[in-house]
């Protein structure tokens, strides 16, 4: 294959020695398989700005820190500038949330760093050595799913207590590592504290994984990690250690709890749909 420019420039700069193969391509970025120092790892390029639409990235913007008051004026004007800034502050936004999350314990890729726009991490590859399968791809018993569902729900716990929600957590954003699952894609992360759709965005992504996971253990589907979760996140009382229930019961004085429900299945509906295209671009992409 022919060696992309983006990381030409690192195997020039003695970062990487060499490209072995593309691992996988969307929308935001290409993923390739590198050596390293002796290391197979992966490197993330990220797609230019005029292969990718910033219309729908407005939502998860909203609350996030930029670097400077210049760029956050140009950014603000949607000057050349400032799209070069939105561009950068995007990919700086995932390389950041990687080492926030790994220093938290959180199960996400290792970073080795950030070089000329492109981020070399850790290839998470399954119990033979070969690159971890995405969790939409696997058939689990229903107590695989199970502990599956634990360990992603303490994921996504230990995130919101850094402030941060996935914004974007599928069975496509999961691999399945020899230890279990791992979260991966960061670029859409959103700040909990900061962000007016925060509620909505933790909510689809437990209610993502719980409809994905409830086709093995449909028990799942009963439960209310999301809920919980934010209940006790804007109370204050949300720790790493916090154990959770799954149980919630929601203040019928102040709301419909039948719309609620409804609410919550349609979007548990809506991610078995999206579910099912995702498969759908990972068959054309492979």
């Not at 990235?57 to 004026?73: I, L, N, P, T």
């Not at 993502?208 to 409830?214: I, K």
């Not at 934010?230 to 959770?244: I, K, N, R, Y």
Request: a negative charge.
């Amino acid at each position: 294959m022919k060696t992309p420019q983006q990381l030409q420039v690192l195997i020039d700069d003695g970062v990487i020695d060499e490209v072995l193969r593309p691992l996988k391509s969307g929308k935001e970025a290409a993923v390739y398989v590198v050596r390293s120092g002796g290391e197979v790892r992966c490197a993330k390029v990220y797609k230019d700005m005029a292969q990718r639409s910033f219309q729908q990235r407005v939502q998860y913007q909203e609350g996030r820190k930029v670097r400077g008051s210049r760029e956050a004026r140009a950014i603000g004007k949607a000057s050349n500038y400032g799209r070069k800034q939105q561009e950068a502050a995007w990919k700086n936004t995932e390389v950041d949330a990687l080492y926030q999350l790994r220093d938290a314990g959180v199960r996400v890729p290792e970073p080795f760093g950030y070089f000329h726009g492109v981020l070399v991490m850790e290839l998470v590859t399954d119990a033979e050595g070969f690159s971890a399968a995405r969790l939409g791809e696997v058939e689990l018993s229903a107590e695989q799913a199970r502990e599956f569902h634990t360990v992603l729900v303490q994921q996504v716990k230990l995130m919101l207590c850094c402030g941060l929600i996935h914004g974007d957590l599928s069975p496509y954003n999961v691999l399945v590592g020899p230890d279990g699952p791992v979260v991966i894609d960061f670029p859409q992360v959103v700040s909990a504290g900061g962000n007016n759709a925060a509620r909505t965005m933790l909510l689809r992504d437990v209610n993502n994984l719980t409809a994905n996971l409830g086709r093995s253990a449909p028990e799942l589907l009963d439960t209310w990690y999301g809920e919980e979760m934010w209940e006790l996140f804007e109370a204050g009382d949300l720790l790493p250690d916090t154990v959770l229930t799954g149980l919630f019961t929601p203040d019928e004085r102040a709301v419909d709890l039948d719309s609620v429900r409804h609410a919550i299945n349609d979007a548990r509906e809506e991610a078995l749909i999206r579910q099912q295209g995702r498969e759908a671009a990972a068959e054309e992409d492979y």
